[in-house]
């Protein structure tokens, strides 16, 4: 809901809530009341003439402040008058309160406000937290694809490792001598002709 109201020669639209500047006033308990030219409800019905007699804008004195600052310069040609002259007038800052039709309930500020700005909020909150919960799940499930592959990694160096050993020792043992291995033919030739001169000089002797 809106209106136009006028004040100090001006007409300026308000809505509640809205600061407006207007001439300098003065009121003893800081408030005021305009008579609105043209009311428009929240179901944008218009309101005029004979309708709004009885409407009431009413507002509060916040401050006074001054202007914009305008320049005043006055010359006369060839008689060397010249003149310059600055002035900053005082408005002052109302308020808009509540505007009120006859036969409606007076519309006030929007107090609801921060409650709507807390449910948007919420679905919000919960999209992030969704988006964070899968993050952290597309997260988790990569680093157990991660601690498979070096599973499966570490069991096949682990194999690759262990097969050389296990076939190491048969070859070992096919190449190594073992118990029953005959002894060299040169070792075993040697030993035995000594052995046999050795008994053929016992017999030969007296």
Do not use: C, W
């Not at 006033?25 to 004979?50: E, I, Q, R, W, Y």
């Not at 070992?172 to 005959?182: L, Q």
Request: aromatic share 2%; hydrophobic share 35%; net charge negative.
């Amino acid at each position: 809901m809106y209106a136009v109201i006028k004040a100090g020669g001006k007409q300026h639209r308000v809505k509640p809530g809205d600061v407006i500047e207007v001439e300098l006033m003065h009121a003893k308990d800081d408030s005021v009341s305009f008579h609105p030219l043209l009311v428009v409800d929240d179901d944008n019905k218009t309101h005029v003439g004979k309708e709004i007699a009885k409407a009431v804008v009413t507002g509060k004195l916040v401050g006074e402040q001054k202007g914009e600052k305008v320049k005043v310069f006055k010359y006369r040609n060839k008689t060397g008058y010249a003149r310059h002259q600055g002035h900053r007038q005082m408005h002052t800052l109302v308020e808009i309160g509540e505007i009120r039709l006859p036969g409606q309930p007076a519309a006030k500020k929007a107090a609801e406000k921060p409650a709507e700005s807390d449910g948007e909020a919420k679905p919000k909150s919960s999209a992030k937290s969704a988006a964070s919960k899968s993050t952290a799940m597309k997260t988790e499930s990569a680093t157990t694809e991660t601690a498979k592959s070096a599973a499966a990694e570490e069991e096949e160096d682990t194999a690759a490792e262990a097969a050389p050993a296990e076939t190491s020792p048969a070859e070992g043992d096919e190449g190594a001598p073992g118990a029953n291995a005959e002894p060299d033919a040169g070792e075993g030739g040697e030993t035995e002709a000594e052995a046999e001169a050795e008994a053929g000089e016992e017999r030969l002797v007296p």
